[in-house]
């Protein structure tokens, strides 16, 4: 038997082996915790943060299932997946790394929440794009806080509007974000993707239409499919793409923290996130709300995720020559 050959930095040169084993990364990339040395294009993040759950908690779990899941869409060299229903090479060339998890301590809402917004910020730095994978759905208001000077619109993928602005004393929760992120004075609007669902309170709808927040319910996408239903949506310039895995039909992704009856499939969001990445300049974006409890033992969720994350940065990247 003979030892693996390695690599200067340590990492195995051949293949993974089919067999999971050892510490899992974002697609079995070079996991990168030094930070000073990172050159790479994208950087994946974790945010193992669910302390804005009021109901169902679980989400702090995503990034290590997530990265698990991953396993199964290997990058086994430079060359990146070969897209068979697309016809196409995606990610060819486009430098991936894992860059570990932010620091997240417990139930610490504005130390955690300073700590994401200094880890994306140090990431934009070093002009990498960041991809955070949550965590529940309120780390995406600590994120775009760390884009500050860089005037930016919100495209968020959901089945809720999580544009509550105070509930029982909560401001900071998942249910609160995106009403403190365009509150940001470089956040220059909102598009909400795949709302559906009865509302109980009105006021939260009332508010984000005196926002002019464009809203594209999950129906309007199913029956017009994705490209036409934003046909009509301000898409230009740059743009942080938000998504919250229950946009999705529940059937398909049940491992979330409030599944809502209706939703997209997996085609319809890829094709949404293709549409946008081909329409804006994508600046960043995160993927929330996986929450392994409740994915039951084939843990599909997680692995949609997985796959939306290389489809949507194959979209973003075009693969070199
Ligand atoms: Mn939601
Ligand atoms: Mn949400």
């Known amino acids: 038997m003979n030892a693996p050959k390695r690599g200067a930095r340590g990492r195995e040169t051949e293949p993974r082996a089919p067999v999971r084993s050892g510490s899992p990364t974002f697609f079995g990339l070079p996991a ?35 990265r698990e899941a991953s396993l199964r869409f290997p990058a086994l060299d430079k060359e990146g997946w070969y897209d068979v229903e697309a016809g196409r090479q995606i990610l060819r060339g486009v430098g991936m790394v894992d860059a570990g998890d932010v620091d997240i301590r417990s139930v610490e809402t504005a130390q955690n929440f300073a700590r994401i917004t200094q880890a994306v910020g140090q990431l934009l730095a070093l002009s990498a794009f960041p991809v955070l994978v949550g965590g529940d759905h309120s780390i995406t208001y600590p994120v775009v806080l760390a884009f500050a000077g860089r005037p ?8 809720h509007m999580d544009f509550t602005d105070e509930w029982h004393g909560q401001r900071y929760s998942h249910d609160n974000q995106m009403r403190r992120a365009i509150e940001l004075p470089h956040v220059d609007g909102l598009t909400q993707i795949g709302v559906r669902g009865l509302f109980e ?13 464009a809203i594209v319910t999950s129906q309007e ?18 743009c942080y793409v938000t998504i919250d895995i229950d946009v999705l039909d529940p059937g398909i992704a049940p491992g979330t923290g409030f599944p809502e009856p209706g939703g997209l499939s997996y085609y319809q969001l890829r094709d949404a996130l293709q549409e946008v990445a081909r329409r804006a300049q994508v600046v960043g974006f995160d993927l929330t709300e996986v929450s392994p409890p409740y994915d039951g033992p084939s843990q599909v969720t997680a692995r949609i995720a997985a796959r939306l994350i290389l489809d949507f940065l194959g979209a973003i990247f075009p693969s070199r020559e």
Not at 201 to 213: K, M, N, T
Not at 221 to 238: Q, R, S, Y
Request: proline share 8%; hydrophobic share 40%.
């Open 221 to 238: 996408v199913v029956e017009k499919g994705p490209k036409e239903a934003l046909a009509g949506i301000a898409l230009e310039g740059p």
């Open 201 to 213: 309170r009105l006021e939260p709808y009332q508010a984000a239409q005196r926002s002019g927040v």
């Open 152 to 159: 930016l619109r919100l495209v968020q993928f959901d089945a």
């Open 32 to 66: 990168c915790s030094e930070w000073e040395d990172l050159s790479a294009q994208v950087a994946i993040l974790g945010v193992p943060y669910d302390g804005g759950i009021n109901d169902r908690p679980g989400a702090r779990f995503g990034p290590l299932a997530i």
